[in-house]
């Protein structure tokens, strides 16, 4: 079997209001970018990311998953 090097890059980032409040996340699928989401919807994206890399055989890298779980 042959390792796959292809992979999904999810880049989520926070987004702040006056009071330095996380009030929505941006969160970037290679060259698709989701801007303003609630914290349900990000968590959706990455689930969704992560199938699709788990039915190509792709690796998919989440970079900033530890914003949504303190949000």
Known sequence: MIESTAEIKVNITRRFDGSCKVYAFDVRIDDQIHRE?????????VIQAQEVAEETDMMCNVYGLNYLRVA
């Open 37 to 45: 989401v609630s914290k349900h919807r990000a968590f959706m994206l």
